[in-house]
C-alpha cells in the first residue's frame, strides 16, 4: 500500500503589525516614595537611570488584568474580529502561578477560544521574541492572526532595600495584533541567547529556597548585576542592533523610529550613538515616566510614541528587547 503524503499548511508571504494596545499601572510612583529604604535620593535615580516615576499597579490589579485591557485595545483599533486569531502567545515573568498560561485566560476573556495559548519566559526579550513567532506562525499558515502580549506586575518581585534594580521595576501590559500582509510588515528577526551570563539578572532565590525556609531567604526579588548588564546591553547588543537592520535591509538614516527595551536612559542614549542614528530618528524614551516594564516596555513605548508622534504611522521602527537568560531579539517593522 502507498504511503500518503502528509498534507502541510501554507501561509502569507507577509505579515505585519496591525495595531498596539497598552496598559498602565494605575499608582503613579515617584522617585521620593522610594529613595528612604535605598538611602538614596531622586537626584542619584535620575543620573543613573532616567526615571523621574514609574506607574505601579495596585494590589487586587494583576497582570492579567492589564493584558486584558491592553489586548481588547489592540483588537478594537485592529478591526479584526476576536474569533479570527489563532494563537494568544504572552511574554510574562510575572504571572500569579506557573500554570496553567496567563495566555489560556487571557485567549477567554477576550473572545479568542480556541485560540493556541502559551505563555514564553524571555524577560524583557519577550516581546520581541513574541513578535519573531507570531510571524512565522502566520507565514507558516498556522494561524491567520496572532495576538503578542508582554504583561508584568514587577512590583511583586522589587525589594525596597535592593539598589541593583528595584527602583526600576513598573507594571503594565502592551499587546500587538499581527496578521497577513500583501508587502513586507515584520523583517527577519536577529536573536540568541548567552547564558555564560545567566547570573547577571533575575530572582536572588529560587522558590525551593523559599519555600524550605533555608538561611534568611525571604519572598524571591529580582536582582541585577548593574555593570555587567550595562556593558552588555550597551556593547553586544548594539551588534545584535546592526545585524537586523542589515537582515532587514534597511540604514539607519531610513529609520522612522528606534524602540528599544526600556531598561535605563543610559542604555537608550549610549545605543543611539552606537548606531549613529541620525536626528530625525525618533527614539522611544518612555522610561522617564513608566519605568521598566520587561516584557511589556517595547509595546508599551511603541504606543506611546504613536500616540504622540502619529506621523510616524507606517514608518520603520527598531525593535529590540534584551534581559534575564542573558537573551535577546529585534527585527524591524512596519508602524501600524
Known amino acids: 500500500m502507498t504511503q500518503p503524503v502528509l498534507q502541510q ?3 502569507p508571504q507577509f505579515t505585519r503589525i496591525y495595531a498596539i494596545g497598552a496598559a498602565r499601572g494605575d499608582l503613579v510612583v515617584d522617585n521620593d516614595q522610594l529613595v528612604g529604604p535605598i538611602d538614596s535620593s531622586d537626584e542619584w535615580i535620575r543620573q543613573r ?25 489592540a483588537i ?6 476576536a474569533d479570527r486569531i489563532g ?3 504572552v511574554a510574562t515573568v510575572s504571572n500569579t502561578m506557573q500554570t496553567p498560561s496567563m495566555a489560556a485566560l487571557l485567549a477567554e476573556r477576550v473572545g479568542a477560544n480556541p485560540a493556541a495559548a502559551f505563555d514564553i519566559s524571555a524577560a524583557c526579550a519577550g516581546y520581541a521574541y513574541g513578535i519573531a513567532q507570531a510571524d512565522a506562525f502566520i507565514r507558516a499558515g498556522l494561524a491567520e492572526f496572532v495576538l503578542v502580549v508582554g504583561a508584568e506586575k514587577l512590583s511583586n518581585y522589587a525589594k525596597p532595600t535592593d539598589r541593583s534594580i528595584s527602583f526600576l521595576l513598573a507594571d503594565g501590559a502592551g499587546a500587538a495584533l499581527v496578521g497577513p500582509s500583501e508587502t513586507p510588515g515584520i523583517s527577519r528577526s536577529t536573536w540568541g541567547s548567552d547564558g555564560s551570563k545567566w547570573d547577571a539578572v533575575g530572582m536572588d532565590a529560587t522558590f525551593d529556597e523559599y519555600r524550605n525556609g533555608e538561611g534568611s531567604v525571604d ?5 541585577q548585576s548593574g555593570q555587567t548588564v550595562f556593558r552588555w ?20 538614516d531610513q529609520l522612522a523610529a528606534f524602540i528599544p527595551h526600556q531598561a535605563n536612559m543610559r542604555i537608550i542614549d549610549e545605543f543611539a550613538k552606537q548606531l549613529k542614528l541620525p536626528e530625525q530618528v525618533v527614539i522611544a524614551r518612555d522610561i522617564e515616566t513608566t519605568g521598566n516594564t520587561s516584557s511589556a516596555s517595547i509595546p508599551l513605548a511603541t504606543h506611546a510614541l504613536l500616540t504622540e508622534h502619529p506621523e510616524l504611522s507606517g514608518g520603520l521602527a527598531l525593535q529590540i528587547g534584551f534581559g534575564a537568560g542573558l537573551v535577546y531579539a529585534a527585527q524591524v517593522v512596519v508602524l501600524p
Open 9 to 11: 499548511a501554507t501561509g
Open 49 to 73: 537611570t532616567g526615571v523621574i516615576e514609574r506607574r505601579r499597579a495596585s494590589a487586587d490589579v494583576q497582570a492579567v488584568d492589564l493584558a486584558t485591557t491592553a489586548s481588547l485595545e
Open 76 to 81: 478594537e483599533r485592529s478591526g479584526i474580529s
Open 87 to 89: 494563537v494568544v502567545i
Open 219 to 223: 519572598w524571591p526579588t529580582l536582582r
Open 233 to 252: 546591553a550597551v556593547w553586544d547588543m548594539a551588534k545584535v542592533a546592526k545585524q537586523a537592520l542589515d537582515a532587514a535591509g534597511v540604514r539607519a
